[in-house]
């Protein structure tokens, strides 16, 4: 397995797997995957996909928390993970290769927002040194039913290399 940049050629899986994701009801608000286009924009920078051969077996990726220069060093993260190679290693790999380069790019702050049911999503975060910050109670609905989301965050020291 190899952790590269995640470009626009590695969209056909990255949507499979992030459909895979919104399907299991448990990883995002999500309920529909968006155009290239539109998760583009909303990734602009860090976002990486761990591959065997050719194969995507995940991905990582930043989101800006602000445009606001104060929260230059902050974002969120999101990782997933195709059903086929769950338990073998691929979250843990994204989500440290995203720290390192996280924290390369002068970032001291990453945040994640992980829906309560979501054990292996928060097991892997806490692994990774995320800590929990509460509880966002009833933040959003999907398919009816108004979720709780678990905040968590993990420090490093601020830089200012950006």
Request: net charge negative; charged share 25%.
């Amino acid at each position: 397995m190899q952790i590269r940049a995640l470009d626009e050629e590695h969209w056909s899986q990255v949507a499979f797997i992030y459909g895979e994701g919104i399907a299991t009801g448990n990883a995002t608000f999500e309920v529909e995957i968006p155009s290239w286009e539109r998760w583009n924009a909303a990734h602009p920078s860090l976002r990486l996909v761990a591959v065997d051969g050719e194969q995507v077996l995940g991905w990582a990726a930043l989101s800006p928390y602000s445009d606001r220069r104060c929260y230059r060093g902050v974002a969120e993260e999101s990782v997933y993970v195709s059903a086929a190679a769950r338990g073998r290693g691929v979250g843990r790999a994204l989500l440290e290769a995203l720290i390192a380069r996280a924290e390369a790019d002068g970032y001291w702050t990453l945040l994640a927002g992980i829906f309560p049911e979501n054990a292996a999503s928060l097991a892997l975060h806490s692994s990774a040194g995320f800590r929990v910050l509460g509880v966002h109670e009833r933040l959003g609905e999907r398919d009816g039913v108004w979720r709780d989301v678990v905040l968590l965050e993990r420090r490093s020291a601020p830089t200012t290399s950006r």
